[in-house]
């Protein structure tokens, strides 16, 4: 069974701090894995794609990386506004179609 | 901008009484799917609907129906909310659903209070 666990649950950084924010994932044959920014109150906003282990992916102070087992998505030089939870998700292994499965996300605070 | 609205943001509804939330989506997708998502919880899916034909999670509640009248909308309907029910209630598109490693694109949500 797919299985995708984010750690920490949540972070506290300073303005300026980096850090890395961690998926982890069990899927036979990994067809995508998506990493999601949602603000309170808000729904999801796609954030990547990356399709195979050694790809990453940049935007803005964010980089996701890939590898046969986990993801990342580093965070550099936060600023407040970098503030959010930042869900991970792969899609499904069966013949499904394209259904995906959530971690429970990382919940991103960023201090002044 | 293209994109996919949920109306209303808010809704508050009486134990037991039904209630509809919308979903509208000018990105021509073919997939729409709905999403349970409670206080800091993954989002879950309850159904999606590629074209016309309708495919429930096994794990969603009778209580839960949808309505796909044309491309562009997409109706959630709870028959007799209960208190457990109160979630946030995400709706998403997908350009195709065999494709791989297309992103699936969110609305803001309808947050759904039961008194």
């Known amino acids: 069974e797919d299985q995708v666990t984010q750690s920490p649950e949540a972070l506290r950084l300073q303005e300026g701090e980096s850090s890395s924010l961690n998926c982890s994932y069990t899927v036979s044959g990994l067809r995508g894995l998506f990493w999601y920014r949602q603000d309170p109150g808000k729904g999801p906003e796609f954030l990547f794609t990356?399709?195979?282990a050694g790809e990453e992916k940049e935007k803005e102070r964010l980089k996701a990386t890939l590898t046969k087992k986990e993801s990342f998505l580093h965070i550099t030089a936060p600023k407040p506004e970098d503030s959010a939870t930042y869900l991970c998700a792969v899609r499904r292994d069966n013949n499904a179609g394209n259904m995906l499965t959530f971690g429970g996300g990382t919940r991103l605070m960023v201090k002044p | 901008d293209a994109m996919v609205i949920q109306n209303p943001r808010y809704q508050v509804t009486q134990f037991g009484k039904p209630v509809t939330l919308s979903c509208s989506q000018t990105l021509n997708h073919n997939v729409m799917y709905w999403y349970q998502q409670k206080s800091s919880q993954a989002p879950k899916l309850l159904f999606h609907y590629y074209d016309k034909d309708f495919n429930n999670e096994a794990d969603t509640p009778d209580n839960f129906q949808s309505r796909r009248p044309n491309t562009s909308f997409c109706f959630l309907d709870i028959r007799s909310p209960g208190l457990g029910d109160a979630a946030m209630y995400l709706c998403?598109?997908?350009?195709?659903?065999?494709?791989?490693?297309?992103?699936?694109?969110f609305g803001d949500g309808t947050r759904l209070s039961i008194l």
């Open positions: 990356l399709y195979s």
């Open positions: 998403a598109t997908s350009s195709a659903l065999w494709a791989d490693y297309q992103p699936q694109h």
